[in-house]
Structure formats: C-alpha cells, structure tokens
C-alpha cells in the first residue's frame, strides 16, 4: 500500500501537465495534453477541459491516493468571472500573461502605484484589470462580458457608474471577482470561491505586497478594490478541499485538499528543490535567468529584478538578454555535443566575448545600447563555442555578484536548469567563475514543484490538526 500522494498541475502556453508524487518526491507519474488547435479562441473552455481529461487519465488508484493538489498557471493570466458560478460564469476572455494593455491603461497603473512597481508593467495583471473597468465604466453596452453581467443580474441596470463609483456593480448582485488562471483552476475543484483566493506570487503583478500580505493602500482604495481576490495566502498554503462533486465526478478522495498554487517559472524553481538562502537556480534555456533564495527583498526595476515571497525567504531574480538562443545562432544541439569534449576549461580562452542575440542589455548591465561582443572568431570552432559559453558564464556570475552588492545573501550553491545544464564542460567553467558548486537540477518541470507545493501544504494541514488534537487533549 503507498501512502498519501500529491498532485501538481502546470498549465503552460500550448499545453498542461501533471505530476503525481509521493511523500518521499519520487515522481510516480506524469501526463500531458497539449490545448489543442482552437484553443485562443476559447482559453477558459481549454483549460476546464484538459484539467478533467489530465485527472481522468491517471489511474483510479493513484487518483484515490492523492492527499492535495496545486496548480501553478502563466503570470498576469487573469479572468473575470461571476463569484456564484466561476465555472460557468466567466465573464471576459481571459487576457494572457502576455497581452499588453494600452498605453492609457498602464499611465493608469503609473498614476496610482509606486514608481516602477511591477504592476505597472503593460502586460501586469493590474492593467489588465484596469482594461476591464475602464471598458465597464465607459461604455456599457460595448463590452460583451458587461452586457452579459447586465443580462445575469449581476451588475445594476441603467447608466453606467461613474468612475468613483463601483457600487452600481453590487447593488444587484455581487461584483465580478478578478482570478488568476491558477486560482481559477483550484476554484473548478473547490467550487469555494467565496470572493476569491489568489497566492502571494500570482498576486505581485496585481500589485499585492507580499511583505505585509495586504494590498497596499493606493490600490486597497482603488474603487475596483472590490474585484480583487480577497484572500491572498502563501503558495501552498490549504485553501479548501475539492467538492463533493468533484469528487464524485473525479475519483479524487473527498478529503483532497487543495492548496494555493504559483506561477510558471517559481513552480520550475520549486521543482528544483532548493530550500535555504543563498541556494540559486541558473536558467541557461534560450534566454538565462538567475533566481537567488535571500533572507532580504531587492527591487530594482532599472534592472528588471523584483523579488517573490516564498514561505520565510525571498526569490530574487533576474534575467539576461544573453543565453542559448545565441548558441543557436552558430552551432546546432547535436554541433554543440560534437564539440564539448574538445573544450578544455582548465585553459580559458580569454577571448571577452559578451554573447547577446541583439543590442541591448538589461541585467546584470542595463544597457540598451550595449553591443554583443562575438568577435574576432577563431579559426577552431571549439574554441569559438568556448569563448562563447565563457562569456555567458561571465554574465552569470557578475548576475549573482550584483545580487550580492545589492545586498542579496551570499550565494552558496547554484542548481542549473535548462538545455546547458546537459554540458558537464560548460557547467566546469561556470563553477570556476562563480566560487560556489554548480550541479544540473534533478526536476525542472513546473508540474514538479506545483506537487512538491501540494505536499508542504498537506503536510501543513496535518501539522494543524495534530496540534489542535493536542490542544484539545490538554484540556
Ligand atoms: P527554452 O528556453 O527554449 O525552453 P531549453 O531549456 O530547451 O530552452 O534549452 C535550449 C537551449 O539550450 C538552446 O538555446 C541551446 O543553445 C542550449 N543547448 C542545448 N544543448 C546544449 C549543449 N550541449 N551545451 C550547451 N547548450 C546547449
């Protein structure tokens, strides 16, 4: 008999997948769908339907095992929808985590937050808020989710409500509640929205502050305060367990909790499995991005780096325009085997290149003039690939170094992700420059660490009620 098992889904941008795991992290099992064709033209009614198909093809015996489940979904995807019935009652199309909003929106979000808040980003979750409340405010009869909600009841008849004025939408019903694609996800399976719970990392591009777990005062006051997710918990943290017709309709135990999910690229770095400041992940897939565990918060955004909360410790991180999308351009993958065993880091080349696929930098230099440097090239394609892969280890650890000067914890150990972390040679000089032990992380899958969130959160349950049996007991 196996004990209690965990469930993390990832909903990805062409197709979601499972991961069932055990109390041990072993992966017992993991699925994927892709959305299929037609899927932008209705992403909410994809995403419902592979959520069931990926729970209906995991076997009847694993899915009566598993204890919890967690989602992690793209970052600022969001939707609208009817808090009585958010299944059905979505509201909008949801706007994808890269659909920029108008200008007008984001000076918008500038005139209400603090400068170069992350929320004020064109694509943040904030302005696709706004773009939904401003359509809402103007132009009544314009916007299909509005005249829908006119239809149901759910907003007052009659003009439209001025700008200040929000109570027009509850007057009748409730207000329309904003969710995120993750929490929308756990709410098919709870089926407890109440007026929304959303998580610490999928609400930073709302403008939610993690580090005193409210919504600060410029957007609390905000008259579309009222739309915003009411219960922002830490990832992995119990929410509710699925409904009885969930449960029915699944198989999943009635007791199957689910727990606050994240977003894409934290559930990547939680798959890795790091726990403790100054423990780092090194992104080298087509662009590198450096993730950093830090007792301390760094916001810069000249630099593009912004921290997320998880439990205790902050997520630092930031991204390069360099990476392997640059290798690309001169080696193929099987090139790029060919030629490993022929580098030899114990003899750096001391060519300086700086690797970037275009003009422009941003972190760990923000520079949007800088100009790549790839020149001259030697004759010996091995040591052009060597001078190449040593400029984009240069970048890593002046990226970790900045961190530091910034005031990050020290760096102690860095876990590699992505298609370099293949490359024992490269990962040889890397280790040189950065000081620290480098090794390729053993789970990089989103869906991974979405499991490993559902297993903290369980675990956290059962911490609970074991302490209020104790409690109970004393008396
Ligand atoms: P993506 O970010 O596109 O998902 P992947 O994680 O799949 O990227 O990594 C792909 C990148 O890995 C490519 O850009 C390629 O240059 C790089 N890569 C693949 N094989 C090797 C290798 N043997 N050594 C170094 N880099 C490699």
């Known amino acids: ?236 943290a119990p929410v509710a367990p699925v409904s009885t017709a969930v449960a029915a309709r699944t198989g999943l135990p009635g007791d199957c909790l689910v727990c606050a999910g994240t977003t894409d690229s934290i559930a990547a770095f939680v798959a890795a499995g790091v726990t403790e400041a100054g423990q780092a992940v090194t992104s080298l897939g087509s662009t590198l991005a450096v993730k950093l565990l830090s007792t301390t918060r760094l916001d810069d955004a000249a630099y593009g780096i912004y921290s997320h909360r998880l439990g205790d410790v902050w997520l630092v991180g930031g991204a390069s325009n360099s990476g392997g999308a640059v290798l690309r351009r001169f080696f193929t993958d099987e090139q790029l085997r060919q030629l490993t065993p022929c580098l030899r880091p114990e003899a750096p080349t001391r060519l300086g290149y700086y690797p970037l696929p275009a003009p422009g930098e941003r972190f760990p230099v923000a520079d949007a003039e800088l100009q790549p440097r790839m020149e001259p090239r030697p004759a010996d394609d091995a040591l052009f690939l060597q001078g190449l892969l040593e400029g984009i280890a240069d970048i890593e650890a002046a990226a970790y170094r900045r961190l530091a000067d910034m005031g990050a914890s020290p760096l102690k150990e860095v876990l590699t992700a992505g298609g370099g972390a293949a490359n024992p040679k490269w990962t040889e000089i890397r280790q040189r420059l950065l000081g620290v032990p480098v090794r390729a992380a053993v789970q990089g899958e989103a869906c991974y660490g979405a499991a490993l969130l559902a297993r903290q959160g369980a675990r956290q349950a059962r911490a609970a009620k074991a302490a209020a049996g104790k409690a109970v007991a004393a008396k």
């Open 1 to 236: 008999a196996q004990g209690p098992l965990y469930l993390g889904l990832d909903f990805g941008t062409s197709g979601a997948r499972a991961a069932v795991i055990d109390e041990e992290g072993r992966l017992v099992r993991d699925v994927k769908r892709g959305y299929g064709e037609g899927a932008a033209a209705d992403w909410t009614g994809s995403w419902h339907r592979v959520l069931f198909e990926l729970i209906d093809c995991l076997d009847p015996a694993l899915r009566a095992g598993v204890a919890a489940v967690a989602f992690d979904g793209t970052s600022a995807t969001a939707l609208l929808v009817d808090p009585r019935d958010p299944a059905r009652g979505v509201l909008a199309p949801a706007k994808l985590y890269n659909e920029a909003q108008s200008k007008e929106m984001a000076a918008a979000a500038k005139a209400m937050a603090p400068p170069a808040h992350t929320a004020t980003a064109p694509t943040s979750t904030l302005c696709k808020l706004l773009t939904w409340w401003h359509e809402a405010d103007t132009d009544p009869a314009a916007t299909h989710w509005r005249r829908r909600a006119l239809e149901r009841g759910l907003a007052a008849p009659g003009p439209a409500p001025a700008a200040s004025a929000c109570s027009g939408w509850s007057s009748s019903g409730p207000a329309p509640l904003l969710l995120h694609q993750a929490d929308w996800l756990a709410a098919l399976l709870h089926e407890d929205v109440g007026r929304g719970t959303s998580d610490w990392n999928n609400a930073l591009k709302l403008g939610f502050d993690p580090g005193c777990e409210a919504y600060p005062d410029w957007l609390a006051r905000q008259p579309f305060a009222e739309l915003l997710p009411a219960r922002v918990v830490a990832p992995g």
